[in-house]
């Protein structure tokens, strides 16, 4: 095994860990666990063979706090998501701006709410003038989007 295949094999358990953090009651990953050391070599394996092919997604609805479609990795998948956000985050969060919250370390909602409110203060000259902020959505937005196109053929 080479430095490069025996790291990546070493970044698929990172990323192992990484998936199960906020996942280890869901059956999906309890059902890879049983053996999960056979799994990722499994995976190591796909990866480096050029095998690896995505595995259906469960698809359901959720209805709080507001009524949208879910689609859910199967747990292998979301194994190679966090691999390969583990590799490329470092490239994009250096590009990012500082107004961009979202799935960042050290950039939770309270980062985001003391970052608005500092911008509420600047903008009305520390509430003196009118400020506005717009807060929209593009109601089914996520659900209208055409998932045939992003299918295998």
Not at 21 to 29: L, T, V
Not at 35 to 42: D, P, T
Not at 62 to 79: G, H, M, Q, T, W
């Amino acid at each position: 095994m080479e430095t490069s295949d025996n790291d990546l094999l070493c970044r698929l358990f990172q990323a192992y860990y990484d998936a199960r953090k906020n996942k280890r009651g869901a059956i999906n990953q309890l059902q890879f666990e049983i053996h999960y050391e056979a799994r990722l070599i499994q995976l190591y394996q796909d990866i480096l063979a050029r095998n690896y092919r995505i595995k259906p997604s469960i698809a359901f609805t959720i209805e709080n706090p507001l009524k949208r479609e879910v689609f859910a990795a199967d747990f292998s998948d979301r194994v190679v998501h966090h691999l390969l956000f583990n590799m490329i985050n470092p490239v994009f969060e250096k590009l990012f701006i500082n107004e961009s919250f979202s799935c960042r370390t050290g950039k939770g909602t309270h980062y985001g709410i003391n970052t608005l409110n500092n911008a509420i203060i600047t903008c009305s000259n520390n509430y003196q003038e009118d400020c506005y902020i717009l807060k929209l959505d593009i109601q089914g937005y996520f659900m209208h989007i055409n998932k045939l196109c992003f299918s295998e053929t």
